[in-house]
């Protein structure tokens, strides 16, 4: 690949250029529900006043996803802003798979239908029950036991995680009636015995992420292996026992259950069988891939592990190998913003908390685990709180700010990346008020780093991968206004991402840039990178999108 060039016209700041990502942080457009609005927020206002801005897109095609009427989401969101350019994503990949039969011709694929069909094993299904698009799509697994019951496949097995974050946050019945229906329809032919076999919240059950507490994927294990766990007759009395047990409860947070038969679970995972985790996005998955295929396990006991064939909807990580077998090919990212600077031999730092520390670095490199150059780039994980975030709607964004101020002043990074993950995680446990503390903790901390960025003669871009924050409300499209939940008539809760646009500041306090906006049509969060480019002093790859604020100096 090629290096950089520079801009002869400007060589940069004396300071750092930073890019703070204040994750779900949108602009609203419905008052009802916007936390971001609600909330004070005196350093974004004032930015807004009196430097550059403009907003992004950072939904639907703008970041590779198959429509417009498809949310952004973090993963998505830091491919694109660390690419500079548009990857068809996992949603869009997947589906295509699907509807050119490229998926049931591979050679995963038609290993796992034999070993149903002549070996007699079963097949299991494990992933998000929903049609969020996020991290997967009900519609994929239904084309999937569709498919294997066409091409002989006797029994299978589907272990649901309860969703509630991506769509409505008590919308699980309408996911598991839809699949019921399908699963007795295919079961109707003598020979067919398809059926949910457990299940549980996703925040509860199997769907960790970074390691931030693995007791969850071993909680998955027992019910989806062992078959150890409360036990119901069905997916539905069981989600209806939780729910009057907990009134309020929202899907993510349902206990985990077993389906059970005569006193025995109906699908426990055993040797001979075929496992598809059906997710196509990673960050949640790896854990779960990790239990069935690592021999060297050790993070918690998993008794007798079953020996079955495994595969994941994709591969989540392309330099572990994880998981070894896949269904759809994953996108293919290349020269990253990452990958240019450190060829350029500029020093780069990465910081976040556990919740967001993959994605400005894993996927801000383009899915990738490593570093480019190691020399050149450090990376800090704050751990995160291990408990509901509307408890602590601060998160971390203190313990940030100070890692990144220490940097400023010591001089060393020509860039910086930061994500505050405040507005997006509490965000998605749907509590107003703590949505509102959240988006000003992130507020507070963005003045003490911009006077950080004064006193270390740099530029500061602030912005967004996606909205959250900005509409916790559903809003009924036709009249504009919050649904009413129709027994309380209170207005219901929404935990999934908006497709609202992002903000984008571009903070220059010592005017070395003269900053001027392009004018970008439409211009989406992929152009970050190419702005960045041109703020440090050289000129972006001719592939990338167009910057959407350059230096009017020279």
């Not at 993963?75 to 039969?101: C, D, K, M, T, Y």
């Not at 970074?210 to 294990?221: I, Q, S, T």
């Not at 003669?457 to 916790?472: S, V």
């Not at 559903?474 to 809760?493: F, L, M, N, V």
Request: aromatic content about 6%.
């Amino acid at each position: 690949m090629e290096k950089l060039k520079t801009n002869p016209s400007f060589s940069g700041p004396r300071g750092p250029v930073v890019l703070a990502i204040m994750d779900g942080v949108g602009v609203g457009v419905h008052p009802e529900g916007d936390m971001v609005a609600r909330a004070s927020t005196p350093h974004l206002d004032g930015m807004k006043a009196n430097c550059p801005y403009l907003t992004l897109k950072a939904h639907g095609t703008a970041v590779g996803q198959p429509s417009d009427e498809d949310m952004g989401n973090s993963e998505v969101g830091h491919n694109a802003i660390g690419a500079g350019r548009v990857f068809a994503q996992g949603a869009r990949l997947v589906r295509e798979a699907i509807e050119s039969g490229r998926l049931f011709a591979g050679e995963v694929w038609q290993d796992l239908i034999l070993a149903c069909r002549e070996e007699e094993g079963t097949l299991h299904c494990i992933g998000l029950l929903s049609d969020g698009n996020v991290h997967s799509d009900i519609a994929h697994l239904l084309a999937m036991l569709r498919r294997a019951s066409d091409e002989g496949v006797a029994r299978a097995r589907i272990h649901i995680l309860l969703d509630g974050r991506d769509v409505p946050p008590t919308s699980a019945l309408e996911y598991v009636d839809r699949l019921e229906e399908v699963l007795a329809e295919i079961s109707q032919a003598s020979d067919r015995d398809y059926r949910i076999a457990s299940g549980g919240g996703r925040m509860v059950v199997t769907m960790d992420r970074y390691e931030a507490d693995w007791a969850m994927v071993e909680r998955g294990w027992q019910l989806q292996v062992r078959g150890e766990g409360p036990a119901f007759p069905s997916a539905r009395a069981a989600i209806e026992a939780a729910r009057e047990a907990r009134p309020g409860v929202i899907d993510q947070d349902l206990p985990g259950f077993v389906i059970a038969e005569d006193g025995k679970p109906v699908g426990p995972i055993e040797d001979g069988d075929a496992v598809i985790f059906f997710n196509f996005r990673g960050d949640r998955a790896m854990e779960t891939c990790r239990a069935f295929e690592q021999d060297d396990f050790d993070k918690f006991d998993r008794g007798a592990r079953p020996q079955v064939k495994f595969a994941g909807m994709m591969q989540y990580d392309g330099d572990l190998k994880i998981p070894a077998r896949y269904l759809v090919s994953p996108p293919a990212i290349s020269r990253t913003l990452g990958e240019y600077l450190a060829r350029a031999g500029l020093r780069q730092l990465a910081v976040s908390e556990t919740q967001k520390y993959g994605h400005v670095t894993y996927f801000f490199n383009g899915n990738r685990t490593g570093k480019f150059a190691p020399d050149l780039e450090d990376y800090v994980e704050i751990p995160s709180d291990r408990l509901s975030f509307d408890q602590r709607p601060w998160m971390k964004a203190a313990e940030i700010t100070d890692v990144v101020l220490k940097a400023l002043a010591e001089g060393k990074h020509r860039f910086i990346r930061i994500n505050y993950p405040n507005g997006d995680m509490v965000g998605h446990t749907g509590d107003l008020l703590a949505t509102e503390i959240a988006v000003e903790a992130t507020d507070l901390s963005l003045g003490r780093l911009m006077r950080g960025v004064k006193e270390a003669g740099g530029i500061l871009i602030a912005t967004a991968d996606h909205g959250n924050a900005d509409e916790m409300l559903e809003i009924d499209r036709k009249t504009g206004k919050p649904k009413r939940d129709p027994k309380t008539g209170a207005p219901q809760a929404k935990t999934a991402h908006s497709l609202n646009p992002v903000p984008c500041h571009i903070y220059d306090p010592l005017d070395q840039a003269k900053v001027r906006l392009t004018g970008v049509e439409t211009p989406g969060i992929s152009s970050l990178a190419a702005t960045v480019i041109r703020l440090l002093g050289y000129l972006p790859p001719e592939d990338y999108d167009p910057a959407v604020a350059e230096p009017g100096a020279g």
